[in-house]
């Protein structure tokens, strides 16, 4: 087993709650062991920090599984992967959710979601990597799916040095499937769909449309499969304008729009959501609720000073096309975009559009995206509701 003492001080942070340990901050490395298993980690003064597996290629050189002193084998996954799901469980969830968040379940690297009756996983760390086989026992023990399907082509790999992989890993099976979120039927492509298939993050916040949409007006801005323009129509709008530069979005809007018995109510446009808003100014054209829920503009620290101004850009064209006594819905999905900084770029955005608002609601990602205290890094997604005086 390799062990790594750590430079004086620098456990501080571990201990507090943040589960990476990064190669600068080990002052040695004893023992010996192949690349994926499980190391010890130890203070500068000797004492026992945790468990975690290692990979010399990643700057995170060891993730944290473990504070306590405790065998960590197959039993050990079984059992934190059933208290994931269990805690998700009893809060209510069903049909489609995280059943495991990485680092935020204290499985760093997997993220394990279900989409009916079908699971969709990432294994984005060499450490996981390892245990494909062994997780997918387990996953198939705890859920006895129809179909497992694996999302293993983020970016984040390389960094592992990881190839990118998608496919089937359980099952044969059709890999569009169908749920149901908020009542309503949807269609989500677990090969193609955006992260493992689709947005789960933001189910509650969608939910949370019914408080302002009844009988009104609604734009839904890079609406991907149309999750905010569906609740919408569920939850009474008069009128729903779905906006996504993709055509095959679009297409699937409109699948979903018919699926629920809403294409009387939902219209599509294929078109980029800054020349659309910007259109909507020049023709007069106004809404009573706007959502703005675009992807990450900024996913490095060091574009977060260009995806802050098009975060601003679009909120400022956003807040001039809303009735007055309407409402904009904006959000960020970018960890990089920090709270303060989101809080920031509406007030600049409020201020250069000429109108009035006031914040009425601040939202995050949904339950089952619980972040761990200590990684701010899992607190990504910010959500606020403006009203527009």
Same mark, same amino acid.
């Given at each position: 087993? *390799? ?37 010890? %980690? ?8 945790? *468990?975690?597996?290692?990979?010399? +290629? ?40 995280? #059943? ?23 294994? +984005? @760390? ?29 970016? %984040? ?38 992260? @493992? ?14 408080? *302002? %949409? ?35 979005? %679009? ?37 009573? #609720?706007?959502? +703005?829920?675009?992807?990450?503009? @900024?996913?490095?620290?060091?574009? #977060? ?58 939202? @995050? ?25």
């Amino acid at each position: 087993m *390799y062990v790594l003492t750590l430079k004086k001080n620098e456990e501080k942070r571990i201990v507090a709650g943040h589960p990476w340990v990064y190669a600068n901050e080990v002052l040695k490395i004893e023992g010996k062991d192949v690349q994926g298993s499980i190391a010890k %980690v130890c203070a500068f003064d000797g004492r026992f920090i945790g *468990y975690g597996y290692i990979n010399h +290629l990643s700057k995170i050189i060891v993730r944290i599984l473990s504070y306590r002193d405790e065998v960590i084998d197959e039993a050990f996954f079984y059992d934190r992967i059933f208290a994931a799901n269990k805690m998700r469980t009893e809060l209510g969830y069903d049909d489609n959710y995280r #059943v495991v968040f990485g680092e935020n379940d204290l499985l760093p690297g997997l993220v394990v979601d279900k989409y009916g009756d079908y699971l969709s996983v990432q294994f +984005l @760390t060499l450490g996981m990597e390892v245990r494909k086989k062994m997780i997918v026992d387990i996953l198939v023990k705890i859920f006895a799916p129809k179909g497992i399907y694996e999302r293993s082509d983020s970016p %984040v790999r390389e960094k592992e040095g990881l190839p990118l992989f998608k496919g089937p890993i359980y099952g044969d099976f059709d890999p569009v499937v169908t749920i149901e979120e908020n009542g309503i039927k949807m269609l989500v492509d677990l090969e193609n769909g955006q992260k @493992t298939g689709y947005f789960l993050d933001q189910k509650e916040n969608r939910a949370n449309l019914a408080e *302002y %949409v009844k009988g009104k007006t609604v734009l839904d801005c890079f609406s991907n499969v149309g999750g905010f323009a569906l609740n919408a129509a569920k939850n009474g709008a008069s009128s729903v304008l779905a906006v996504d530069i993709s055509q095959i979005a %679009v297409d699937s809007i409109a699948e979903n729009a018919k699926l629920n018995g809403f294409e009387n109510v939902i219209q599509t446009c294929c078109a980029d959501v800054f020349e659309k808003l910007r259109d909507f100014r020049h023709e007069g054209r106004k809404f009573d #609720v706007v959502v +703005l829920d675009p992807p990450a503009f @900024t996913k490095s620290k060091d574009t #977060v000073k260009e995806g802050y101004k098009g975060y601003k850009d679009i909120n400022i064209q956003a807040l001039k096309i809303v009735n007055k006594g309407g409402f904009l819905i904006t959000c960020s999905c970018s960890q990089h975009l920090t709270i303060n900084m989101f809080l920031d770029m509406i007030k600049e955005s409020v201020a250069q559009s000429g109108v009035r608002a006031k914040m009425i609601e601040f939202r @995050t990602q949904s339950r089952d995206h619980g972040t761990l205290v200590g990684l701010d890094e899992g607190l990504y997604l910010k959500v606020a509701v403006l009203y527009v005086l």
